[in-house]
């Protein structure tokens, strides 16, 4: 398998990892999951849970349709989500308990909004977009920080009956508007400005220039956040508050519009291994009870639970685990504007204290900045609270696991590793606390019903010990339906390498209990701190500048953001490469892509290397680039790697000819 060189130490690590932690019979007396769910018959499991966690203006006749590779999930339903999410408790009498506590960047700003507040936001909002003509049906796109109108603007499209997509705030203007011309979005939400780590992200700047190429979005919405002079067009773009000012707040005066259970609720673009993001197709009723559902079990939700995902609602893990499932279930959450480090390295252990939080789910590369920080910034703080930590995103090295079990849930806390994707919807491999023994390092088991294997090359499944494919066999209520506009896509994407299996993209081992090892990517597919990135979009934006001949990038292991992008370049007309036009390569990704994606080393070098039929051997420079550990100010063409890029290359042509 050709994983097997980038899998190694992964593959170590599950070999000498030995630690185990048994359920703490406190905590086993008390948990949501019993050990039996496991036997669960799948359609009786979720025939009951989408009944138990979700309210349905006409109750589904149909469990599900299977024709591979189309599902469809609870057919005959008809609901809406943002009754499920804040209409019915606000009925039930919850309208006073938070649904978030909201904490601005700027340290002293802090908001609770209670399920009623909640809803009268979001129906005066959706009141205003009514007036700019947005119904069911209507594709909207969301550019925004993370602000408390930010979920409020997600569920307003919802209660219409809109399909939104919701854009990371750290994208350029070109993803932005290729994302909003895919979709054919015609209004778009956005802000002025937003906080990141004390600066001022120039959202409402970055949409007009987007705007600019997306001639179908009629009407910009724009919050004030930081009161910043941005460009308004007349006739197009209109403030938040003027939209809002003259439009009733009354549930009543704009009901939630109910929907098939197969409407769509929302794309998500995500990297594939084209230059063209995947518009990831979710729909209403399948989604809601696989996020609310596992929302349930994993983290082991109560009514008092104070719940925070420190993920940014621009990605899937904040669409689902902070925004649906957590609302749909009725639990109090914390939203955060900020950065961990702003003001300083203690800000989440102040949050954590202040609100009494008692589980949180974040993200290894998070975890491990944490761990170099030191522990004394959690030290500083009560953090007794905690009884439950999560993580997701990428593989979680051991040393992280124990290092956040210990110093942040002191020594007590059960962690859970939850592997899932954009597509996947909710989590699909993951311990059920209070039932699962737990090992560093591992996402232990599918979540009841959940059938995933691995698989070798050949389609066989491995037996223990063995690594190979990911794979999942069965369908699940918040599998993504589709690709937006392209089925052959979706076909040849997840469903071509094994006839009827859904065909991950991640390689994983299952030891001799079972549990299963995930270990990164197989394909050309990054993930540089939990975003994912692939190689052919940064050789996309490299390859248009105007001085680049030919471009290669490719993934490194890094010791905080799990990878990093490394770009191999050759210039045009034999020109030199010199730190300043490293650093203009790497403004032209940020520009082109959005920050987070540009390379941290480029190495100019006079020739890729390259198979005789053309094609460049990217793992040749994965090699290179991991053996050499470049340093962060590698910026002139190395001729000792140049000499090894080639000698490199001579040999694997010579072994391949032989
Ligand atoms: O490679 C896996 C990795 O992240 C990929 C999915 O990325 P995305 O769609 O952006 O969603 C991230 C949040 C759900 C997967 O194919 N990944 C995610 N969680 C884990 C993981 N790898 C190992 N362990 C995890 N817990």
Redesign the pocket.
């Known amino acids: 398998m050709s994983t097997e060189q980038s899998q190694g130490p992964a593959i170590e690590t599950m070999l000498l990892e030995q630690r185990r932690y048994q359920p703490d019979p406190a905590f086993v007396q008390q948990a949501n999951a019993k050990a039996q769910i496991y036997q669960s018959d799948p359609d009786e499991f979720w025939t009951e849970e989408a009944r138990r966690r979700v309210s349905w203006f006409q109750p589904f006749t149909q469990l599900k349709e299977w024709n591979a590779p189309f599902a469809k999930w609870y057919l005959g339903g008809r609901l809406n989500v943002c009754y499920n999410c804040i209409d019915r408790h606000v009925e039930s009498g919850q309208g006073d308990k938070v649904a978030f506590h909201w904490e601005g960047e700027p340290a002293d700003e802090r908001v609770d909004i209670t399920f009623a507040d909640l809803q009268r936001r979001v129906v005066r909002f959706a009141n205003g977009l009514k007036k700019l003509g947005v119904g069911k049906g209507t594709p909207v796109a969301i550019y925004m920080g993370m602000t408390p109108e930010l979920p409020v603007a997600m569920l307003a499209c919802t209660r219409l009956g809109a399909p939104h997509t919701v854009v990371f705030g750290g994208f350029s203007s070109d993803s932005l508007s290729s994302r909003m011309n895919d979709m054919g979005c015609e209004v778009l939400i956005t802000q002025d400005e937003g906080w990141r780590r004390g600066k001022r992200v120039p959202l409402m700047q970055t949409s007009a220039e987007a705007m600019a190429a997306s001639p179908g979005v009629r009407h910009a919405v724009v919050l004030r956040r930081t009161e910043a002079e941005v460009p308004m067009t007349e006739g197009r773009d209109v403030w938040w508050h003027d939209l809002c000012a003259d439009v009733s707040d009354e549930p009543e005066s704009c009901p939630c519009e109910p929907m098939d259970s197969e409407d769509v609720l929302f794309l998500m673009y ?1 990297s594939g291994t084209t230059a063209k993001p995947k518009g990831i197709v979710h729909t209403t009723a399948g989604y809601l009870v696989g996020t609310a559902t596992t929302h349930h079990y994993v983290f082991d939700i109560k009514p008092d639970t104070v719940y925070w995902c420190a993920a940014d609602v621009g ?3 904040g669409h689902s685990y902070i925004v649906y499932g957590p609302l749909c279930n009725g639990t109090t959450s914390v939203l955060y504007e900020g950065t961990p480090d702003f003001p300083d390295k203690d800000r989440w252990w102040e949050i954590v204290e202040r609100y009494r939080v008692s589980v949180l789910y974040t993200a290894p590369t998070a975890i491990r900045s944490h761990m170099k920080w030191g522990p004394e910034y959690a030290r500083k703080h009560d953090l007794s609270s905690l009884k439950l930590l999560g ?6 090295n051991p040393e992280a696991w124990v290092w956040y079990r210990e110093h942040i849930g002191g020594d007590r806390t059960p962690v859970v ?8 919807g909710m989590i699909m ?1 993951t311990p059920l606390p209070g039932v699962t023994t737990l090992k560093p390092g591992s ?1 232990t088991q599918p979540f009841p019903t959940v059938d995933a294997a691995v698989f070798s090359e050949k389609g066989e499944p491995v037996p223990p010990g063995g690594g190979g494919y990911l794979v999942l066999r069965q369908p699940w209520p918040a599998m993504l339906r589709g690709i937006h506009g392209d089925p052959e896509r979706y076909q040849e994407t997840y469903w071509s390498k094994y006839e009827g299996l859904y065909f ?3 390689g994983a081992r299952v030891d001799e209990e079972g549990d299963f090892w ?1 270990l ?2 197989i394909d050309d ?1 990054m ?1 540089v701190a ?3 990135i692939s190689t052919i979009e940064v050789e996309s934006a490299l390859v248009d500048h105007q001085k680049v001949a030919e471009a290669a990038a490719c993934g490194r292991n890094d010791p905080q953001t799990g990878q990093a992008v490394v770009a191999y370049v050759t210039l045009k007309g034999g020109q030199e490469g010199s730190p300043e036009m490293m650093q203009e390569l790497r403004q032209h990704v940020a520009r082109k892509i959005g920050k987070f994606a540009a390379p941290t080393n480029i190495v100019f070098t006079p020739e890729l290397p390259k198979t005789r039929s053309g094609k460049i051997m990217r793992r040749l420079l994965r090699d290179v680039a991991e053996k050499r550990q470049l340093g962060d100010t590698t910026t002139l063409a190395d001729p000792a790697v140049v000499e090894e890029l080639s000698s490199r290359g001579r040999e694997l042509a010579a072994s391949e000819e032989a």
């Open positions: 995500t990605w899937i893990t993580s997701v995103g990428e593989p979680i590793d939850t592997w899932w994707q954009t597509e996947t491999i996402a991950v993209g991640d995930l990164g990517r597919v993930n939990g975003h994912r």
